[in-house]
């Protein structure tokens, strides 16, 4: 479909959307360049003011992705006005208006219409250094690839959704989808040029950004016993609780997919998982991602983990050890 909207040519035009990067940039002056994103979620757990933390995490997340600092943000909003009290749409925006603060960025003003199905969530406008841009290409085969947050949150959103997960499994998958990607994004930013390309992990699943950071005769090693996995999804997956998302995900990656036998279906549904506000994925040179680790571990950001390495490869297969 995308193929026939017309070409960008506009030389100002760093990232646009040809490698489903994760934010637009746009170069001002030599030194700087405006970064913007969209993005916008409908409720993933029945609280609004966690649901508003949530999508407001989910959409800055783009920004801290491409290396950037976030300026401002303005809200998208989509709500049942006669159906559902405007009570609760009050406490979406001032979940929204909490992440924002916790970012250091004020909320300018939005966009609203009366729809049946609500949705939330934001225009970040950022900036950056046209010359530290981190895009979700530009990987070197042998970089360590580093995962911040755990997998599963598809998982445990489905269980909150049929009514399975416990309150105390809703309040830790919560947490983790409001957590910021700052402190992440600042250690990578600092790291630079040790790192060379970066994306978040959203809903196409761990898998799904990993392959598109694929380019260029470049592929890559999982090592699927130390990806980071929330403990409570795994029960709900052998139970088959998992949105149709990861299946969906998992099916738009399979034909690239090398599997040691040891791989059954469920983990790679698991890496395949569809994930609201996910960590971020780092391409680093080898000989710094210790340091690199020990930096993002010292900032807070305690589920970092080394979980592959680029390969040179022609095919740009996904090798899952």
Do not use: C
């Amino acid at each position: 479909m995308l193929r026939h909207l017309p070409p960008v040519t506009d030389p100002r035009v760093l990232v646009g959307a040809s490698t489903r990067d994760d934010a637009a940039v746009y170069r001002l002056t030599d030194e700087l360049a405006v970064v913007t994103t969209v993005d916008y979620i409908t409720p993933v757990v029945d609280d609004p003011h966690a649901w508003g933390r949530v999508a407001a995490a989910n959409a800055l997340s783009d920004i801290y992705a491409m290396g950037a600092e976030p300026l401002f943000a303005l809200n998208t909003v989509n709500f049942p006005r006669d159906t559902l009290p405007l009570s609760d749409l009050e406490q979406v925006l001032l979940g929204g208006a909490a992440t924002a603060a916790e970012a250091g960025i004020p909320i300018l003003g939005g966009h609203s219409i009366d729809d049946p199905e609500p949705k939330f969530g934001m225009v970040v406008v950022g900036m950056v250094h046209p010359e530290r841009v981190l895009r979700n290409v530009g990987a070197l085969p042998g970089d360590a690839l580093i995962l911040t947050k755990p997998l599963g949150v598809g998982i445990m959103t489905t269980a909150i959704k049929r009514g399975i997960a416990s309150p105390e499994q809703v309040a830790e998958v919560v947490e983790q989808m409001a957590r910021l990607n700052r402190a992440a994004a600042e250690v990578m930013v600092a790291a630079w040029p040790t790192v060379h390309a970066a994306t978040d992990v959203t809903g196409f699943g761990f898998l799904g950004h990993l392959s598109e950071m694929l380019a260029g005769g470049l592929g890559v090693e999982v090592d699927a016993g130390r990806v980071p996995v929330l403990a409570a999804a795994w029960p709900f997956v052998r139970h088959g609780v998992f949105p149709g998302g990861s299946r969906r995900n998992l099916e738009a990656v399979e034909d690239r997919l090398d599997a040691d036998s040891g791989i059954d279906d469920l983990t790679k549904l698991v890496l395949a998982d569809a994930q609201t506000s996910g960590g971020l994925l780092i391409a680093v040179d080898p000989r710094e991602a210790g340091e690199l680790l020990a930096d993002l571990h010292a900032r807070g950001v305690r589920g970092a983990t080394r979980v592959g390495v680029f390969t040179s490869d022609a095919a740009q297969r996904i090798r899952i050890r």
